[in-house]
């Protein structure tokens, strides 16, 4: 069995050197983090999983930490998708036997060398107290919801030699991704999506290209630039970055509202339906707790409306009706009759609406509870002009605003 598992091992290793691009390699040097900074699908989850696997079977005993935004995406992306380690697990490298090999409950993964691979999510921090590893593959991590799960990763990475961390993400301009690339002992690789040509789709490519070519998303999503704030946008990462908080510091909660700001449409094409979870606090400040947007049917964000609203024990939800009218009301109260509902209309701009509530972000006067990469893209990159609607933005703005104004907390605009 072992020397099956060597010759699986040396298979997989020649296989990936004679397949993988040079940029998907691991680089020569003495460095203790690489970060791979690309688009999409440019094989960055392809590139950790070979990476972190390969390492586990060339270093008997080791043990080598996958740390991804939530336990989803490790179950989905990093161990089970198509890209993931067990697509290319060698079956005689695994350890046999009952209660051996891959372990779901336990998101664990033995080698027939000793080695283990173990999952880990950035929403549980603590988790990866007290663990030692000589490897991590972190994923995404410019979408961890609590970015200091990397402290706790790193405090544990000291056995070996030479202990290595491989992050791969899309780069945005956050002050975990900013850090780590003026670290020293880093080595960074930067790739656009169409590095990977040979395996993309053309039709696809072409689409994407048509579609987000010279925008700032495609710069960021399909480039891999990091950018720089957006001028004239209300919100900037770095306050945002001074705003989030555990979800253990957050004051007692005395009013929660779930805003929804609906799409009139439920098309591959069409806008999201903003669905934002937002609380006030006994000490005066507001909480963002949940983001549950989506481009979903009205049934199913009428649902999920509606399952935010007893999941946090919310006292209310506050819909925009300016496209949707009675129809938004009665989708609500065809899931449950008996939740309190209000109907908002905008009858000022997006921009003239939002002043207010970047104004309480100015007073220190708004958490977010952990990280909502989708809606802070949305607030730090609106200006306001623009045909595409910021949905999630929209709903935070009415669930803050409806909190404010039950708060009596006067908000002043000068013009």
């Known amino acids: ?6 010759r699986a091992t040396a298979t997989l290793y020649s296989d990936w050197l004679d397949t993988a691009r040079d940029s998907q390699l691991v680089p020569p040097g003495d460095w203790n983090i690489w970060i791979i900074l690309a688009g999409r699908g440019w094989g960055k989850t392809r590139t950790g999983a070979m990476s972190a696997l390969i390492y586990a079977l060339k270093n008997p005993e080791s043990q080598v930490a996958v740390v991804t935004p939530t336990f989803g995406d490790l179950r989905r992306v990093a161990f089970g998708g198509v890209s993931g380690i067990l697509q290319f697990l060698p079956r005689d490298a695994v350890l046999p036997g009952k209660g051996q090999g891959f372990n779901a409950s336990a998101n664990e993964i033995k080698l027939h060398n000793g080695s283990k691979i173990i999952g880990f999510a950035a929403t549980e921090p603590d988790r990866l107290r007290g663990p030692q590893f000589h490897a991590a593959w972190c994923d995404e991590i410019a979408a961890w919801r609590y970015p200091d799960a990397f402290d706790q990763l790193m405090f544990g990475l000291r056995l070996g030699k030479n202990p290595r961390c491989i992050i791969t993400t899309t780069p945005k301009p956050t002050p975990i991704i900013r850090q780590l690339m ?4 880093t080595v960074i690789t930067r790739g656009s999506t169409f590095e990977n040509s040979d395996n993309l789709a053309p039709a696809a490519l072409q689409q994407l290209q048509e579609k987000y070519g010279g925008t700032r998303l495609g710069r960021q999503e399909l480039e891999a630039e990091l950018l720089d704030d957006t001028e004239g946008a209300l919100w900037s990462y770095g306050q945002i970055e001074m705003a989030r ?3 253990d510091d957050k004051a007692e909660i005395h009013r929660t509202v779930i805003a ?3 799409a009139v449409t439920s098309g591959e094409s069409s806008d999201e339906t903003g669905i934002i979870v937002a609380a006030m606090g ?4 507001y909480y963002v707790l949940d983001d549950v947007s989506g481009r979903m049917s009205p049934d199913t964000w009428g649902r999920a409306a509606v399952d935010a609203y007893y999941k946090y024990s ?3 939800i506050v819909a925009e009706v300016n496209n949707g009218g009675d129809l938004v009301e009665r989708l609500i109260r065809a899931v449950d009759d008996n939740v309190p509902y209000t109907a908002v209309t905008a009858s000022r701009g997006k921009m003239v609406r939002a002043e207010p509530i970047a104004a309480l ?11 909502f990469p989708q809606l802070e893209d949305q607030m730090t990159t609106f200006v306001g002009g623009t045909n595409k609607s910021p949905d999630r933005l929209d709903a935070l703005v009415w669930a803050l605003t409806e909190l404010s104004r039950s708060n009596r907390t006067a908000t002043w605009r000068v013009t």
């Open 314 to 316: 919310a006292d209310r």
């Open 260 to 262: 929804v700001d609906p």
């Open 361 to 371: 972000y100015e007073q220190n006067k708004v958490r977010h509870v952990g990280s």
């Open 1 to 6: 069995m072992r020397k099956a598992g060597h």
């Open 282 to 285: 006994a000490d005066g400040r």
């Open 182 to 185: 003026e670290r020293k002992n």
């Open 245 to 247: 908080i555990h979800d």
